[in-house]
């Protein structure tokens, strides 16, 4: 089994009461972690970031495609892919290999179908937004039971019939293994003959959404049958925790990591 390269999401993770998130990649570096991720560009400082993952010597795993607004309706097509250039354009200036798509909510005046045809529809452009940028998008279903009632993608097995209708590779799925816990998805089902679509993959514990280890998810054993299964990419550790401090987060890394190796 190849060795585990998790990604904390700075948004949660080594993240202190007043600092600046600089010193968040700082002290992510310091604790051994190669590679971090983030959420919204638009309100932080790129270049900062930039200057201080290569101080660091830190890749960005990825972060997340702006403008967050419901591209389930088609009126929001333009806005949304004029968005998607920019954020590409970040993601390379950072050297991020993935930028995380949501599709926003579900529209009840508008038929279902429609607005599934409508983000085929966009990602097949956004596709030829990202062609020759190295940069894949990774569309992300969310759980609508606790987080994020509404929100129009909440099956994993939806989100990859609309990846095989666009058939594009720089078109796949983020797999969060707490959403689709929450949504009670058979993992064995769900990726049977789809992992090759998977760019990247959250993890947290459930209920709460805390650190690995806090709730009833076996994330060890998730993570074992995806890695035997051939996936390669990061594991991006995005969980709200209860224990403080950079310790907390090594011990999470640490017991996961021997908690999968265990699986062998």
């Given at each position: 089994m190849p060795q585990l390269e998790f990604s904390p999401c700075?948004?949660?993770?080594?993240?202190?009461?007043?600092?600046?998130?600089?010193?968040?990649i700082e002290r992510a570096a310091a604790a051994g972690f190669t590679a971090f991720e983030f959420w919204l560009w638009s309100n932080k400082d790129v270049e900062a970031i930039a200057r201080a993952a290569k101080a660091c010597?830190?890749?960005?795993?990825?972060?997340?495609?702006?403008?967050?607004?419901?591209?389930?309706?088609?009126?929001?097509?333009?806005?949304?892919?004029?968005?998607?250039k920019r954020s590409v354009e970040v993601a390379n200036r950072l050297e991020a290999p993935v930028l995380i798509a949501q599709t926003g909510n579900d529209l009840p005046q508008i038929?279902?179908?429609?607005?599934?045809?409508?983000?085929?529809?966009?990602?097949?452009?956004?596709?030829?937004?990202?062609?020759?940028?190295?940069?894949?998008?990774?569309?992300?279903?969310?759980?609508?039971?606790?987080?994020?009632?509404?929100?129009?993608l909440h099956s994993t097995s939806e989100g990859f019939e609309i990846i095989e209708a666009v058939n594009r590779d720089e078109i796949g799925l983020l797999y969060d293994l707490y959403h689709a816990a929450v949504m009670d998805e058979p993992i064995e089902t769900v990726l049977a003959g789809n992992l090759d679509k998977v760019v990247h993959i959250h993890v947290a514990d459930h209920p709460g959404r805390n650190e690995p280890g806090s709730g009833g998810i076996d994330l060890a054993d998730r993570l074992a049958q995806m890695i035997e299964a051939g996936y390669r990419g990061r594991i991006g550790l995005e969980y709200k925790p209860l224990a403080p401090g950079s310790g907390a987060v090594i011990g999470v890394r640490d017991r996961l990591s021997q908690a999968v190796e265990d699986r062998r």
């Open positions: 700075l948004e949660w993770l080594f993240a202190e009461p007043g600092d600046s998130f600089t010193s968040r010597d830190m890749a960005v795993a990825g972060l997340v495609a702006e403008p967050l607004i419901a591209i389930t309706d088609p009126v929001n097509r333009a806005e949304w892919l004029d968005g998607l038929p279902r179908r429609e607005q599934k045809a409508a983000l085929i529809e966009t990602f097949s452009k956004a596709a030829d937004v990202l062609i020759g940028s190295g940069v894949r998008l990774g569309i992300e279903p969310l759980n609508t039971t606790v987080d994020h009632p509404g929100y129009f």
